[in-house]
């Protein structure tokens, strides 16, 4: 998960000292032989440039379409596909630009996203929809929310982003919790760039070290969730699938996030849903306040003991689940 960036060139060299004296783990090997689903991608093509996606769950289940985190891929359906099964949903994801699959676009911003959304919709014959996002999904769902209000019956946002031109403080938020990305993309731009580089690397290259630095991050909630061997195994597949390409991808993204957005929360008019946990480290849990706070069709649930990986959980997706049925024809 990129999180903390270090702050300094100092602490990068340590970072990449660590790193390649690293040895795996010898309590959980991400990389034993279990049988996995592969998440094949499939592809669209629009404007030159080519857009993949994927399906799980009820393939004649109501749609939902679902936006990924950062780093994040197609493959976080795996992680719902069973329990959609069950409930009678039809899941579809589709990647943004530079990140899993997806042909990286540059000035790509949230409502692109939204505009690409349409295009996978009219492309499938779907009218309505539901809309699911985790984390750095939350805001291209919000977009699309706001952009086809006649299309959307409803938007989930688990553990998201609020719109930083709305919230004054957002920024200094992040600083709290230690968060130093927007600040050094900001000020220190080709180091935030490296440091992401290197979390890159790290991911590829060493994947039980990368488990040790994600799960140092996390909260207890967190880690128990990835106590289990398949979705430690999926966890780390999803995140190097995610930066495949490089880091343009994941760097745009993010920094299309924390700028201020072209549109206002307040202006939002289907029912939206906000799933916070209060243990949450890698996004302040005030932003799913805040959202609640702004957009007017809103509601919010904080979790008080979870943390960020809050949609991984079986007992979590069956409330998710339970609430789509709600909109269900």
């Excluded at 060299?13 to 592969?38: E, G, H, M």
């Excluded at 679902?66 to 992680?79: C, D, I, K, Q, V």
């Excluded at 949903?89 to 990286?104: C, K, T």
């Excluded at 699309?144 to 719109?163: C, D, L, M, V, W």
């Amino acid at each position: 998960m990129i999180r903390s960036i270090p702050s300094n060139i100092a602490i990068v060299f340590l970072l990449t000292q660590l790193v390649a004296c690293a040895t795996p783990r010898i309590d959980r090997n991400v990389y034993d032989n279990i049988p996995f689903d592969k998440g094949t991608a499939h592809f669209s093509e629009w404007d030159g440039r080519k857009i993949a996606w994927m399906e799980r769950g009820d393939v004649n289940g109501f749609p939902v379409f679902y936006a990924h985190g950062n780093p994040g891929s197609r493959l976080e359906l795996l992680f719902l596909d069973k329990k959609a099964q069950e409930y009678g949903i039809r899941l579809i994801v589709l990647e943004r630009p530079g990140l899993g699959r997806s042909d990286y676009v540059s000035d790509y911003g949230l409502l692109d996203f939204a505009a690409d959304l349409e295009k996978l919709a009219d492309e499938k014959n779907i009218d309505q929809f539901g809309l699911i996002g985790w984390s750095s999904g939350g805001p291209p769902i919000l977009a699309t929310a706001h952009q086809f209000p006649e299309r959307t019956k409803f938007a989930i946002s688990i553990s998201g982003y609020t719109n930083f031109g709305e919230f004054d403080k957002a920024r200094e938020l992040m600083k709290n919790y230690n968060l130093r990305g927007p600040e050094l993309s900001e000020k220190r731009p080709q180091l935030f760039n490296q440091a992401v580089k290197l979390v890159r690397w790290t991911d590829l290259k060493l994947p039980n070290f990368y488990m040790k630095m994600a799960e140092a991050e996390m909260p207890s909630a967190d880690r128990t969730i990835l106590e289990d061997k398949q979705s430690a195994e999926l966890f780390i597949r999803n995140q190097q699938e995610a930066l495949k390409q490089g880091t343009e991808g994941a760097i745009q993204d993010l920094e299309v996030q924390w700028a201020p957005w072209s549109f206002s929360l307040k202006n939002i008019q289907v029912p939206v849903f906000i799933y916070q946990g209060k243990k949450d480290t890698f996004v302040p849990w005030e932003f799913g306040e805040h959202l609640a706070n702004t957009i007017p069709s809103a509601s919010l649930t904080l979790i008080p003991d979870a943390g960020h990986l809050i949609p991984l959980d079986p007992i979590f997706q069956d409330d998710i689940f339970k609430l789509v049925l709600r909109y269900v024809d």
